[in-house]
């Protein structure tokens, strides 16, 4: 399962709050992605990482911010969610030795 | 606007039938990825398409590549239940692992 988990795995919020989400992985992968998933839009790419402090913005970025301070650890914000990022959530991680991309658990976010 | 689209978007079909899905993007992209999910739960790799005419087989799915035609197809053979879900492919134009997805096939299979 290419060692993500991502917290929290379930998350009811309400509109305006701001919400944190976590990606870890075990195995020191430089390329980190978050990805929203909604009906009707396959998946869409919201920030990405190739190293410790080195991020930038994907198609859907609006709203959204990342960090990534150690190797393991990328943490999607939202400042102050609203309704439309009701979604869930994916964290991939790309190993340098493949072009595949693995995923994990995800997170199902719902803001009221 | 880059564009991947995926047809159909709904197959239900019979066991041991065979059938198709279609990927069609709209830019050239070095890589072509397909991916499963179950209802509830996170993408399963399938396959990597690296190159013109590539193919690929895993039990009865194969998928094949046609970069000239943009074109990418996943063909199921002989369906069973266990292969009902939705199938996503997805593309990177920019070799750079930012993929675009398509919007998914949701497949049922029936006894």
Redesign the interface.
């Known amino acids: 399962d290419a060692g993500i988990t991502q917290s929290p795995r379930h998350k009811v919020t309400e509109t305006g709050t701001p919400v944190t989400l976590r990606c870890h992985q075990t195995e020191n992968h430089r ?1 980190m ?1 978050w990805y929203r998933q909604d009906p ?6 919201i920030h ?1 990482s190739y190293g410790v402090k080195d991020t930038d913005k ?2 859907v970025s609006d709203g959204y911010s990342v960090s990534r301070s150690k190797t393991e650890d990328f943490l999607l914000t939202l400042e102050s969610a609203t309704s439309s990022q009701t979604s869930v959530y ?1 964290c991939a991680i ?1 190993p340098g030795s ?9 997170t199902r976010l719902t803001v009221l | 606007e880059l564009k ?1 689209e995926q047809n159909p978007l709904f197959l239900s079909m019979q066991e041991g039938k065979n059938y198709t899905i279609y990927c069609n993007y709209s830019t050239t992209s070095d ?1 072509l ?1 397909w991916y499963r999910q179950d209802p509830g ?5 399938l396959f ?1 398409l ?1 190159s013109n005419g590539a193919v690929k087989q895993e039990g009865r799915l194969m998928a094949s590549l046609d970069t000239k035609a943009r074109l990418s197809t996943l063909h199921i053979t002989a369906a069973v239940h266990d292969l009902s879900a939705t199938y ?1 492919c ?1 593309v990177d134009p920019d070799s750079n ?8 096939t949701k497949l049922i299979i029936k006894p």
């Open positions: 390329y992605y009707g839009h396959g998946l869409r790419l990405y994907g198609e994916f790309t493949t072009d595949t991309q693995y995923f994990g658990p995800g | 991947v890589r990825y739960k996170s993408l399963e790799s990597v690296l996503f997805a692992y930012q993929l675009i997805w398509g919007a998914g």
